[in-house]
């Protein structure tokens, strides 16, 4: 993992510290019904068109990052999984025909199965469970290729132990596509701010493992993390997907959203985080190469339910802004892009104004925004 330090502590050591305490604080509203899946439709790209994949996330114990080390700074699935509570195989099952009996009637060509944390895991998703995902799968008739997530250490995993290419076998003729959170390209950024606890060497590799096989990869980027400015959120974003565009197949750009019991959700709380502006992911999007645009697909910016908050404008603009967004990830048609971009509204000007915010030193805010929440002592 790469380090950065607050004055002599270690800053992935001071986030640790403060993830578990809030991990701890989420118990209370863990998932409970291990009888349905959480199941909801994300705009994909399946041979060339772009369709509403059915994503199914079994309630699993969890994932194992989030249980040993207090998990990623921005992530909300902890109300997606029992935190650590058994769940059985047959629990597991029963989620997952529930999730396929309703996702079928869309007749998908793309389907996720994937549980809170990763795919991979043997601690979280039993290898049974993945060949039985498979089998289940093969049978839909409509559909050609199975999603799923992982931290790209588990990849690497499955790679090496050979259950990567037994699962293969078994999920022939279809095809399968692994989803890996790079978040950021930048060391500091992922591993001192998202608390990621991944080196850009193995995502690299978890990638070339996957591609030697055969298997389709999306890498998984962020617009925002905490502690950064707007310019920095938008140049650490271009860079990212950049990076992720020069080896995977897909890039997604997700535009932070905020999570109860993240450490997003505790800044924003006090007015120290505020979600991307609309205007900086059109800002990213018109300074990536034709190439790169045609590799990405954005989401995370649609209608979340009330909890949670997501990328804005102002009240004149959002929605405008949102729709030409998505007629563009439909299309990919740049023209949208340019139309987003010379859309009108007084908002732009206190955009501006934001992205000329000075910087300052992240690992200088990291401490008094942690000190000013009452975290900092925490990992003292």
Request: glycine fraction near 6%; charge should be positive.
């Amino acid at each position: 993992m790469e380090k950065g330090y607050l004055g002599s502590l270690d800053c992935a050591a001071v986030l640790e510290q403060v993830m578990r305490r809030l991990t701890a604080e989420s118990r209370k509203y863990r998932a409970t019904d291990l009888e349905n899946p959480v199941l909801y439709f994300e705009a994909t790209e399946a041979k060339g068109k772009v369709e509403a994949m059915p994503f199914i996330v079994l309630k699993s114990r969890g994932c194992s990052w989030k249980l040993k080390h207090g998990g990623c700074t921005m992530c909300g699935y902890n109300f997606d999984s029992t935190l650590g509570d058994p769940v059985s195989e047959s629990q597991l099952l029963h989620q997952l025909s529930i999730g396929l009996k309703r996702a079928v009637r869309v007749r998908p060509t793309i389907i996720a199965v994937t549980p809170a944390g990763s795919f991979f895991d043997p601690e979280e998703l039993p290898r049974e469970v993945a060949f039985k995902i498979a089998d289940a799968v093969r049978k839909l008739g409509s559909l050609r290729v199975l999603y799923v997530e992982s931290r790209p250490e588990y990849v690497l995993q499955a790679a090496e132990d050979s259950f990567l290419d037994e699962l293969l076998d078994r999920l022939k003729p279809l095809e399968l596509s692994v989803g890996i959170g790079l978040e950021s390209a930048d060391d500091f950024v992922r591993n001192c701010i998202i608390h990621k606890g991944v080196s850009l060497r193995i995502v690299e590799k978890a990638v070339k493992a996957l591609q030697e096989r055969g298997v389709h990869t999306v890498l998984y980027t962020l617009l925002k993390p905490a502690f950064l400015t707007e310019r920095e959120a938008v140049e650490d974003s271009i860079s990212s997907v950049k990076w992720a565009a020069s080896r995977a197949d897909r890039v997604v750009l997700f535009p932070l959203r905020v999570y109860p019991y993240t450490l997003n959700w505790l800044l924003w709380r006090k007015g120290e985080y505020r979600t991307p502006w609309l205007w900086s992911l059109v800002e990213v999007l018109e300074r990536l190469a034709p190439w790169e645009l045609e590799k990405l697909i954005v989401t995370g910016w649609g209608t979340p339910p009330p909890t949670r908050l997501q990328a804005y404008n102002c009240s004149e603009c959002t929605s405008a802004v949102k729709q030409i967004l998505k007629r563009w990830n439909a299309s990919r048609d740049p023209s949208y892009i340019k139309e987003a971009k010379n859309l009108s509204c007084s908002c732009v000007d206190e955009w501006r104004r934001e992205l000329q915010q000075k910087s300052g030193c992240a690992r200088e805010k990291i401490e008094v925004a942690l000190s000013e929440l009452g975290l900092f002592e925490v990992a003292r």
